[in-house]
């Protein structure tokens, strides 16, 4: 079995890759070369970790490294977030002006984007050189074996297009994108978390700190539980009602029947109720999504099996999905998808919402909303997710999309090595601090500890802070549990919206959800040619699964005292 | 796709969860059996196709409809061993008749997160690749979408392409017709015509228009056939897997090849 490269790198050995850099790469780039390079880093990259000259031999070693691939044209796909349109619209030309490789960077939506990387991979045509497709996918890389693994890449000695300061130990998500063979498959481009957004100047109120406390009993910060978090809701919907002459909420969410409902649910938000095991990043044996493994073959979703689907926890969180829905959420949420409700938070009417993607960080800082004070600073923050009764300590709480680099094995070589060269420039230090302050999507710990950032704090609220803090290794995407990320995700909308509509009760909807999940795991078993293959496991009494520790849980008290902490109480915990 | 494996698959499309294909008592016979079984079942339905006008891909001359595209999909059935009709409608017709009736199925649709939920799919029934074509006596040089931001970008209203790049703040200028757009082009009334690559060059030589290589191809769209909900999931799987293998065993290039159409 080979060992993916973390930890090899070393603080010397990074060192010692920019003297490398130094020595060579001012004599291999043209005096054109360096007048194109020079005129990037002065004008749009910045700020960045490096030094002017440090970045001068990084641009350097890409025109010298592109040369055998001079005057292709590659063609690479992500999904439409800003961090993406500004690799489309300036990395692609500034690539193209210092290596000679011309670059065409397409932006889709993330569901169209996994259709296409599915075509791919079952057509072999190459639709496209590169993918950046989220991590969420790595247990269907590792399984199918059809993507080039980025530990091919690093791992060849001395090799002419691996960037010598990639510095691959900076990567804040690399656990993300490894198999549960210690390899790396894909590398991460950007990086958003999903946590809990709340109005902190409302929170703040002396006025509503009381009316809460004599109410509920307890202080108004930030729900460490969902007990918590349905009080605040209730508090802010049907008790305040009114703030500065507008009706207000105390939750917000979506659950228009498309794609999007199914990520309301697979972005872990089975996890934050607690349905899977102790065990980062995804929980072992049982995941976030219900299903066991056994090493690395999964055995079933369903509680007979051994999964969590339609366990206590699962249903629970459905449950409150919906309820709250019903009880806090302004009418319009059921109507809306995922994109329409993570902006609607700027309209200023939400006290609070639990599943918030910081992707939507930009959108809700615009000067002129209501949610942002004068002097430019946001009325609101961010803080980590409260969780739900069957959460146990060790569990990991929420969810973070990797959009990583992925190569397919059946892209021409060559087209692929210059794929893989633009895909090292998207995330190389040079362009990654400034790619981070225009998206928000950082990736790399040197730019979350940069002064830059701790100067644009201020203006982020609280974004920064989780980032800095280890919480951001406890909000993780989809993990190596699930075999076929595209096949079996669609169960998830396809079955929550019978919730949703009333057609069938929650208990109904989440059996018939993790029996099909059991049958889509055999059907992939006996149909796919792939490692790992799932073998369900035969099925036992419920309670057998019950009664034993860890996940599939036993039902618990699903109404605890609601528990509240502090910002900084929230976020220090992680640390 | 092997034998075994076909039968297999069917077995454990029928009993998921109870066949494991590493158990012996499932003998090549037995197997053999299931799937000549299931394959007689689906030759005894069928299924209606929808379809509608899409020069050069599908055309129409009298009562004979034709084209790059409907050779694909008489493969396609041939090969699934489906007995089918086909007919043409507009297209918002096409769509409205797959997604109300049982047994019908619309092809060559783009798969949208909106339509996601109102169909069976059988993809890709087409990849395009859509280009920014600008006048013969203008060159528009184009490095990336975003220099194409000052111009009017012409496109024709329904189209996929044209929303996409409205959704991006450009500013698009809609025909009725695609077909109208190679006319307003050398017209100058546009700046940049929008359009996939086939149609482009295929409707630019019917209108004698002299046309250049794209300054851009900026977009790629893979196109499905959509089947009503109540279609049998075995008959969408059986021709999904025979598409798959008709690219796999370039029969699909073939086939462009024929009609001098590749994209």
């Not at chain 1, 993916?4 to 010692?16: D, I, P, Q």
């Not at chain 1, 849980?553 to 900084?568: F, I, Q």
Request: glycine share 6%.
């Amino acid at each position: 079995m080979r060992t993916h490269l973390r930890g090899k790198s070393s603080a010397v050995k990074y060192a010692l890759s920019f003297c490398l850099l130094a020595m060579t790469g001012p004599q291999v780039a043209s005096a054109a070369d360096s007048a194109i390079a020079k005129k990037w880093i002065e004008h749009e990259f910045s700020p960045s970790t490096l030094t002017k000259q440090q970045q001068m031999d990084e641009m350097a070693w890409f025109a010298k490294a592109a040369e055998p691939y001079k005057g292709m044209s590659i063609r690479v796909v992500s999904e439409r977030i800003d961090t993406h349109w500004y690799e489309a619209s300036v990395l692609a030309k500034a690539f193209t002006e210092i290596t000679g490789i011309r670059v065409i960077h397409e932006l889709t939506g993330e569901d169209d984007l996994v259709k296409k990387l599915q075509t791919q991979m079952r057509t072999g045509e190459n639709l496209y050189d590169g993918y950046i497709n989220d991590s969420d996918l790595i247990g269907t890389h590792y399984r199918y074996q059809a993507v080039v693994p980025i530990s091919d890449f690093l791992e060849e000695q001395d090799s002419p297009i691996v960037l010598p300061t990639l510095d691959i130990d900076d990567f804040i998500g690399l656990s993300f994108v490894t198999g549960p063979d210690g390899i790396i498959y894909q590398l991460p481009d950007q990086q958003f978390a999903n946590l809990y957004w709340y109005r902190h100047d409302w929170f703040s109120r002396p006025d509503l700190q009381a009316k809460f406390k004599a109410q509920y009993g307890y202080p108004l910060a930030v729900p460490k539980n969902w007990a918590a978090y349905e009080d605040i809701a209730d508090f802010f919907t049907n008790h305040v009602k009114e703030l500065d002459g507008k009706r207000v909420w105390g939750h917000m969410d979506y659950a228009r029947v498309d794609p999007s409902l199914g990520w309301r649910m697979s972005d872990a938000w089975l996890s934050m109720a607690g349905a899977g095991d102790v065990g980062r990043p995804n929980g072992l044996p049982v995941d976030e999504w219900g299903i066991r493994v056994i090493g690395c073959q999964p055995v079933g979703a369903t509680v007979k099996r051994g999964g969590a689907l339609n366990g206590p926890a699962a249903i629970y969180a459905v449950n409150k999905f919906l309820e709250w829905m019903d009880r806090f959420a302004p009418p319009e949420a059921r109507s809306l998808n995922f994109t329409e409700a993570g902006e609607w938070v700027g309209k200023g009417q939400i006290a609070q919402q639990i599943f918030w993607y910081t992707a939507f960080t930009a959108a809700v800082s615009k000067p002129d909303l209501p949610v942002m004070n004068a002097d430019g600073t946001p009325k609101w923050k961010i803080a980590p997710t409260p969780h739900g009764a069957y959460w146990d300590e060790g569990m990991k709480l929420g969810y973070q999309d990797a959009g990583s680099w992925t190569f397919m094995k059946n892209t021409p070589e060559k087209r692929r090595n210059a794929a893989w060269l633009y895909a090292q420039f998207t995330v190389s230090k040079t362009v990654s601090l400034k790619k981070t302050m225009v998206g928000l999507t950082p990736i790399r710990l040197s730019d979350i500890m940069s002064q830059a950032m701790t100067k644009k704090s201020p203006e982020l609220g609280g974004f920064v802070e989780f980032y800095r803090s280890k919480g951001r290794d406890v909000w993780t995407p989809t993990g190596t549990n699930v075999p076929d990320y595209p096949r079996l995700s669609v169960l998830w909308w396809r079955h929550i919206s019978d919730a949703v509509s009333g057609k069938l009760t929650t208990t109904q909807v989440m059996n018939n959800l993790a029996e099909a999940m059991d049958d889509e795991l055999a059907y992939i078993a006996a149909r796919e040619d792939m490692i790992c293959k799932p073998v369900l496991n035969d099925p036992k009494p419920e309670s057998y699964w019950l009664e034993k520790p860890g996940a599939p849980k036993a039902k618990r008290n699903e109404s605890p005292k609601g528990e509240t902490w502090s910002y900084e109480e929230a976020l220090s915990k992680w640390d | 796709m092997g034998l075994i494996t076909h039968c297999r698959n069917r077995l454990a499309q029928r009993y998921p969860g109870r066949v494991s294909c590493r158990k012996a008592m499932y003998s090549f016979v037995c197997g053999f059996a299931v799937m000549l079984v299931s394959l007689s079942l689906q030759a005894k339905e069928s299924l209606s196709l929808v379809t509608f006008l899409e020069r050069p891909l599908v055309d129409q001359q009298g009562s004979d409809v034709h084209g790059v595209l409907i050779d694909v999909v008489k493969e396609l059935m041939r090969r699934s061993g489906i007995d089918y009709t086909l007919n043409l409608a507009p297209p918002k017709r096409a769509l409205v008749i797959a997604r109300t009736t049982s047994k019908h199925c619309v092809f060559p649709i783009e798969r949208s997160q909106e339509r996601e939920v109102f169909f069976q799919w059988i993809t890709p029934i087409l990849i395009s690749r859509h280009g920014l074509y600008s006048h013969p006596d203008r060159d528009i040089p184009l490095m990336t979408l975003s220099d194409a931001r000052p111009y009017t970008l012409g496109s024709y209203l329904g189209s996929g392409v044209g929303e996409y790049l409205e959704s991006f703040g450009f500013n698009v200028d809609y025909a009725s017709r695609n077909d109208l757009n190679a006319g307003k082009l050398a017209k100058k009334r546009i700046d940049l015509w929008a359009s996939d690559t086939i149609s482009a060059k295929y409707l630019a030589k019917e209108d004698r228009f002299n046309l250049k290589a794209p300054e851009l191809v900026f977009f790629t769209t893979v196109r499905a056939m959509g089947c009503n909900l109540d279609v049998d999931h075995r008959m969408v799987d059986t021709i999904q897997d025979v598409l798959f293998g008709m690219y796999k065993d370039k029969t699909i290039a073939k086939i462009y090849e024929q009609f001098d159409q590749s994209p």
